[in-house]
């Protein structure tokens, strides 16, 4: 099924959007990025650091074995609370067409398979949660949930699509792919709309390939605060390409028009050639940049886990691009996306601001292809 948000329900009347915060490296920092019209001259970025108040505490990080192990005893406890038809429902083999049956749609358009979130008592899904907060990081885990709860923002405020189309917290869904294992290759399966999280873990290793991480509305308000949840995506892009000189800019601006993801639900498989800006040319404090963006995707999973993934990233910066389409005001819908050998991110507005599609990939390893190998 292609990424397209045919289908989709119109956005939502705008919520008053905050920029942006940008996040440096050691997670400790938040740096406000404030944004001035010169008159012809472009945009001013003032860059100022302040308390992170708004970032989850992450604890400190376990070794990558002892992450999987509790992940796997997390997943067991919440299989423990289902009968077996239940099990039967949320349980398949690691080679099933389930891994790859994931789609941006809704409920109504996509049949999705496995534990539905409205369909669990609320021991069975506290059990789930515990599962998503444990192989999450605090920070994923809560970009998880806002995502959810902004689709039962869309619920509450759509008509469902004349009952066809279901919206909500609800209509999540909970799989897993092989048997939850410390050493053998097994899946974490969650999503609904707007989110698809594919987690393979194989003892000491993991991956979040393909995952796709999605909002509408892009803003909303929750008890008196706005909440954003791919609004550090859009912020770090923002604040990365204010940092280009005229050269770099050149460079990352594609000549032609995205407006949807390339490699979105339904191209698996598919490949792109790399375009855009080389990382090899920009600034130190650039690249740094370019990793905690791209950390907003490879960085859902489990602080433990998400170490390493950063580090292979990390160490092919030199292969990888930033290219860019659309406008580079703060505000604007625009594309971006990033590219190296083990690493494609996209992400695309969908006809405007408040509804986001965004898209992770490793073309090496997407559903743990290096893992199953023998």
């Known amino acids: 099924m292609a990424s397209s948000s045919v289908g989709d329900a119109e956005p939502l009347t705008d919520v008053p959007r905050t920029y942006p915060s940008y996040k440096g490296e050691n997670h400790h920092m938040r740096v406000s990025v404030g944004i001035g019209a010169v008159a012809c001259l472009g945009v001013f970025v003032a860059v100022a650091a302040s308390v992170a108040a708004q970032r989850s505490p992450s604890p400190p990080p376990a070794a990558p074995a002892e992450a999987t192990a509790r992940i796997v005893a997390s997943a067991n406890a919440f299989l423990a609370t289902l009968e077996d038809s239940g099990r039967t429902k949320v349980q398949f083999p690691f080679d099933s067409p389930q891994k790859a049956r994931w789609s941006n749609f809704p409920t109504g358009i996509f049949k999705r398979e496995g534990a539905r979130m409205g369909d669990l008592t609320p021991a069975q899904r506290a059990a789930a949660m515990t599962l998503l907060s444990t192989a999450f990081s605090p920070d994923g885990y809560r970009k998880v949930r806002e995502i959810m709860h902004g689709d039962e923002v ?71 605060r706005t909440v954003r949840p791919l609004g550090d995506e859009n912020d770090l892009a923002f604040a990365l390409m204010a940092t280009l000189d005229d050269a770099q800019r050149k460079q990352a601006i594609l000549g032609s028009t995205m407006a949807d993801l390339v490699l979105g639900p339904g191209q698996d498989g598919r490949t792109i050639q790399p375009e855009g800006l080389p990382a090899s040319k920009l600034s130190a404090a650039q690249q740094t940049m370019l990793l ?58 969908q006809r405007g601001v408040d509804h986001i599609h965004t898209m992770y990939r490793d073309p090496t390893n997407d559903y743990g292809a290096r893992y199953a190998r023998p």
Do not use: C
């Open 154 to 224: 869309l619920r509450e405020g759509s008509s469902g699509g004349g009952g066809r189309v279901t919206f909500g917290e609800d209509e999540y869904y909970l799989a897993f792919l092989g048997v939850p294992s410390v050493s053998a290759p097994w899946m974490l399966q969650f999503g609904g709309h707007h989110l698809a999280i594919n987690m393979t873990l194989a003892g000491r290793e993991a991956t979040l390939a393909p995952s796709h991480t999605a909002a509408q509305p892009a803003s909303y308000s929750f008890e008196g």
């Open 292 to 349: 905690d963006l791209v950390r907003e995707w490879a960085g859902i999973a489990n602080d433990a886990l998400a170490a390493p993934r950063m580090e292979e990233i990390r160490s092919k910066l030199p292969q990888t691009y930033f290219a860019w389409s659309g406008p580079t005001t703060p505000g604007s819908a625009a594309y971006f996306r990033i590219q190296g050998p083990t690493l494609v991110i996209e992400y695309a507005p």
